[in-house]
């Protein structure tokens, strides 16, 4: 079985959820008092898709203005990129498309992109309907899904999602994105904290 390190990159205005995504996925845990990314996070998580092991390499970027400079650092070479926003944050939902501009602009060109419209467990408080994100999200050829960090919607989902699109490794190897030969099993979590 062989391995493909897919590097993605998490970006979006800062208290969308990103950490709390990233901490769900890898984690399977929610902090409701997670305090905001400084620079940027890294952690990893390995899973079997079909008959190859995808190892995620994810940079959770912080979301302040003033660390926004940094992300083409973290996008630079990305498989994926999941841009985040909260459901009940218009305006997040507005800076996701400039996310979404810069990364046409600057990130790699065949770019994996999810649209994560998260904290759906507050569908109360709700200012961005689904079908807007949605119509959205299909209008530049992106994945969409909705997503609570909090109670476990949709999380594992959304990076089953990235697998479907990143593009199949041909018999040479050759795909655009990382692929190696298993040697020694992986661990299935590592985690490391970064900060700039």
């Not at 650092?73 to 305006?91: C, H, L, P, Q």
Request: proline content about 4%; hydrophobic content about 40%.
């Amino acid at each position: 079985m062989s391995l493909r390190e897919l590097k993605v990159c998490l970006l979006g205005d800062t208290g969308v959820g990103k950490s709390s995504i990233v901490w769900r996925f890898v984690e399977d845990s929610f902090d409701p008092n997670i305090n905001p990314t400084i620079g940027a996070s890294f952690m990893t998580k390995t899973v079997q898709y079909h008959n190859e092991l995808h190892k995620f390499l994810i940079w959770d970027t912080a979301g302040q203005e003033r660390f926004r400079a940094l992300a083409p650092m973290y996008y630079r070479g990305s498989a994926a990129a999941i841009i985040v926003f909260d459901i009940t944050k218009e305006e997040s939902f507005q800076t996701l498309k400039n996310w979404v501009k810069e990364l046409r602009q600057h990130g790699p060109p065949n770019i994996v992109v999810a649209i994560a419209g998260n904290k759906c467990d507050l569908s109360d408080a709700r200012e961005v309907s689904e079908k807007d994100a949605k119509d959205y999200a299909d209008s530049i050829h992106a994945i969409f899904v909705e997503t609570s960090a909090k109670n476990a919607i949709n999380i594992n989902e959304l990076f089953i999602e990235i697998s479907q699109r990143i593009p199949v490794l041909d018999m040479g190897g050759s795909s655009g994105v990382r692929g190696l030969k298993l040697r020694r099993e992986p661990s299935d979590v590592t985690r490391e904290r970064t900060c700039c």
